[in-house]
C-alpha cells in the first residue's frame, strides 16, 4: 500500500506556494499556481493537482516559463478579447482578462478570449468555473504537446487537447465536463508510472506501435483518442480553433519548442462564453428548467453527472483535508 501524509487545503496550498516562490517564481505566479493545484487535489484531479508543481519547476528550471510575466490585454474586436500571457503560465493572464471578457459577454451575447503565449499545464474546469458562478454557458480547450497519435495513424501528432464546458444551474453546482481527447490525461499516465501500476488498455501503443498497458512504454509511444475517429476528430478541431485560428502553436510545435526538456506545453487557450440572457431575454428562466428536466432524466437512469464527482470530493476535502502519496510530498517538500 502507497504511504500518504495527510494535509488540510491550507497546508496543501503552502506547501506548493513555498516550494514555487523558493524556486523563484513571483508571489502573484506562485500563488495563482498553488490555488490552481491546491483545487486540483482538493476536487480528486490528483493528475492536475499538487503533482503539477514538480512540473511547474521543471518547466522553469529549463527556462521555458516566464517567473514573473505581465500579461497585456488586447482588444480585438467587439466580442473577441485577447490576452498575452508573455511566456508566463496562463492562470494569471485569465484572471486579468476575465473581467473585460465578462463585459464582452454580457454586452454581445457571445465572446471569445484568447490566451495567447501561456504555458499550460492546468485543467480546464478551473477556468470554466469563474464563468458559471456568472450564469454564463462556457466551452474551453488548449493543445499541448504532439504525444497522440490521429486514429489510423502510430506516430504522435495531436496534443491530449482538453475540452471543458459549462452549464449554470441555479442553487446547484453547474454541469462541467471536462475531458481530454485522449483516453486519458498525459498526466493521468505519468501518475500509473509513478505507482507502477499497468494502464487499463486502449490507452496507448509503444514505440513500436503495439498496443501496451505499460505506462513508461506508453509515454516513449504514443497515446490513443478516446473514441477513435471522433475523439481524433475533436482533437484536430482543438489544434485549429486554440492554435493557428488564435495565432499560436499547434501540439507539434510547442513540443519542438520544448527541446526534450519535459516542460509543459507552451501556446494557447481559446474560451468561448454565451449569455443565456441575451439569448433569451424574458423566456430565459422557462428554457433554463427545461434543462433541468434533462438534469433528471440523466439522473433517474442512473446516469453519473459529469462534474458530480469533483463537487463531492470538494466537499469531503474541505471538511477532512487531502492525502498526499509520501513519495511525491517528500518531492515537493525538497523543491522548498
Ligand atoms: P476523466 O476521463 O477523468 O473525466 C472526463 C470528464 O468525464 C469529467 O468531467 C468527469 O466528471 C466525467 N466523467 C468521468 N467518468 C464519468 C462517468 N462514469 N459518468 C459521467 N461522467 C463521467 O478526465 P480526463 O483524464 O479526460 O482529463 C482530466 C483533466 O486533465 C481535465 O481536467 C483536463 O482539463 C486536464 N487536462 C489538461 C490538459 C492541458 O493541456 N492543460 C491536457 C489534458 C488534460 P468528474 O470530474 O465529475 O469526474
Ligand atoms: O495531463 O495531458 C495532460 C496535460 C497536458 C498539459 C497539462 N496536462
Known amino acids: 500500500m502507497t504511504s500518504t501524509v495527510k494535509l488540510t487545503l491550507v497546508e496543501a496550498y503552502q506547501l506548493a506556494y513555498q516550494a514555487l516562490l523558493r524556486n523563484g517564481f ?4 506562485a500563488d495563482a499556481v498553488a490555488k490552481n493545484v491546491t483545487a486540483g487535489e482538493r476536487d480528486g484531479c490528483h493528475s492536475h493537482g499538487l503533482y503539477r508543481v514538480l512540473g511547474c519547476v521543471r518547466s522553469l528550471k529549463a527556462g521555458k516559463v516566464a517567473a ?3 500579461s497585456t490585454l488586447i482588444d480585438n474586436a467587439p466580442a473577441i478579447l ?4 508573455q511566456g508566463g503560465f496562463s492562470l494569471l493572464a485569465y484572471q486579468a482578462a476575465l473581467p473585460v471578457f465578462i463585459d464582452k459577454v454580457r454586452h454581445c451575447g457571445i465572446a471569445a478570449l484568447a490566451i495567447n503565449h501561456c504555458v499550460h499545464f492546468s485543467a480546464l474546469w478551473a477556468d470554466i468555473e469563474p464563468l458559471t458562478e456568472q450564469g454564463l454557458v462556457a466551452l474551453a480547450c488548449t493543445p499541448s504537446h504532439a504525444w497522440v497519435t490521429p486514429a489510423g495513424g502510430n506516430q504522435p501528432l495531436f496534443g491530449t487537447n482538453p475540452i471543458a464546458f459549462g452549464w449554470p444551474r441555479q442553487g446547484k453546482a453547474p454541469f462541467v465536463f471536462d475531458m481530454a481527447t485522449s483516453a486519458a490525461a498525459r498526466g493521468e499516465i505519468e501518475l500509473h508510472r509513478r505507482a507502477n501500476k499497468p494502464l487499463p488498455e486502449g490507452w496507448g501503443i509503444d514505440s513500436h506501435g503495439q498496443p501496451s498497458t505499460d505506462a513508461a512504454s506508453v509515454l516513449q509511444g504514443a497515446m490513443l483518442t478516446f473514441g477513435g475517429h471522433k475523439g481524433s476528430a475533436l482533437a484536430a478541431m482543438v489544434e485549429l480553433i486554440a492554435g493557428p485560428l488564435i495565432g499560436d502553436m ?3 510545435e510547442s513540443l519542438a519548442y520544448d527541446q526534450q526538456s519535459g516542460s509543459s506545453p507552451y501556446g494557447g487557450e481559446l474560451i468561448i462564453a ?3 440572457e441575451r439569448f ?3 423566456d430565459k428562466e422557462m428554457h433554463l428548467a427545461r434543462a433541468e428536466v434533462l438534469f433528471n432524466d440523466m439522473a433517474a437512469q442512473g ?3 459529469p462534474g458530480e464527482r469533483r463537487f463531492k470530493a ?3 476535502s474541505e471538511q477532512f483535508g487531502v492525502e498526499l502519496p509520501l513519495a511525491l510530498y517528500e518531492e515537493i517538500v525538497a523543491l522548498s
Open 82 to 85: 485577447r490576452v498575452d500571457a
Open 280 to 282: 433569451l431575454g424574458a
Open 274 to 276: 454565451m449569455d443565456p
Open 26 to 29: 513571483s508571489a502573484a505566479h
Open 68 to 70: 514573473d510575466a505581465e
Open 314 to 316: 470538494r466537499q469531503h
Open 303 to 305: 446516469a453519473r453527472i
Open 250 to 252: 499547434t501540439s507539434k
